[in-house]
Antibody, heavy 119, light 109 residues
Framework: EVQLVESGGGLVQPGGSLRLSCAAS????????MTWVRQAPGKGLDWVSS????????HYADSVKGRFTISRDNSKNTLFLQMNSLRAEDTAVYYC????????????WGQGTLVTVSS | QSALTQEASVSGTVGQKVTLSCTGN????????VGWYQQISHGAPKTVML??SLPSGIPDRFSGSKSGTTASLTISGLQPEDEADYYC???????????FGGGTKLTVL
């Protein structure tokens, strides 16, 4: 059974940093593109970043480019999102998801972790 | 403003057939498979369609199709538990980004 479990969310002040993790199980992690998607309170789904199976080939939304870094540790089946220079508008539930194929749609989702940026 | 356009709201009665649409362009919907996601009360998204393939565990009253730059999700035989927000998503090779629609709120009357 495919499982994705996010962790690392919490309350952080504007300008602060946070590192999210997503522990994957139930599939060959290194074979899949992985992605982060967020949802601000009362808003729709918003793509953040994606990374290829080998760790190469990263893509970022313009809103987070230069501030967020996606990475993965295939030996530990874990996806990461390093978030720096956080802003109030980054407040959201962050979901990790497995992508079906190189540029296919996400097929499995985690339960999400809440990031709140506030002073 | 979302790259993919969805109806803001759709409603139907129990047993009715409803179709949700997702309109993009040749850089996204016209070139890549579209995923559809059900979200109930802002819980985790649940995948209900991948292109025109039904994920395991999803009732076969859900079906997906695409014509040109518009993808559609059809629910035949609407059930009360289908009331949710539905989002579509695909890759955009021009933007080099994943794009989502703004979501459709489906109400079962």
């Amino acid at each position: 059974e495919v499982q994705l479990v996010e962790s690392g969310g919490g309350l952080v002040q504007p300008g602060g940093s946070l590192r999210l993790s997503c522990a994957a199980s139930g599939f060959t992690f290194s074979n899949y593109v992985m992605t982060w998607v967020r949802q601000a309170p009362g808003k729709g789904l918003d793509w953040v970043s994606s990374i290829g199976g080998s760790g190469a080939g990263t893509h970022y939304a313009d809103s987070v480019k230069g501030r967020f870094t996606i990475s993965r540790d295939n030996s530990k089946n874990t996806l990461f999102l390093q978030m720096n220079s956080l802003r109030a508008e980054d407040t959201a539930v962050y979901y990790c998801a497995r992508v079906s194929g190189s540029f296919g749609p996400p097929d499995y989702w985690g339960q999400g972790t809440l990031v709140t940026v506030s002073s | 403003q979302s790259a993919l356009t969805q109806e803001a709201s759709v409603s139907g009665t129990v047993g009715q057939k409803v179709t949700l649409s997702c309109t993009g362009n040749s850089n996204n919907v016209g070139s890549y498979a579209v995923g559809w996601y059900q979200q109930i009360s802002h819980g985790a998204p649940k995948t209900v369609m991948l292109g025109n393939s039904l994920p395991s565990g999803i009732p076969d009253r859900f079906s997906g199709s695409k014509s040109g730059t518009t993808a559609s999700l059809t629910i035949s035989g609407l059930q009360p538990e289908d009331e949710a927000d539905y989002y579509c998503s695909t890759w955009d090779y021009s933007l080099r980004a994943r794009v989502f629609g703004g979501g459709t709120k489906l109400t079962v009357l």
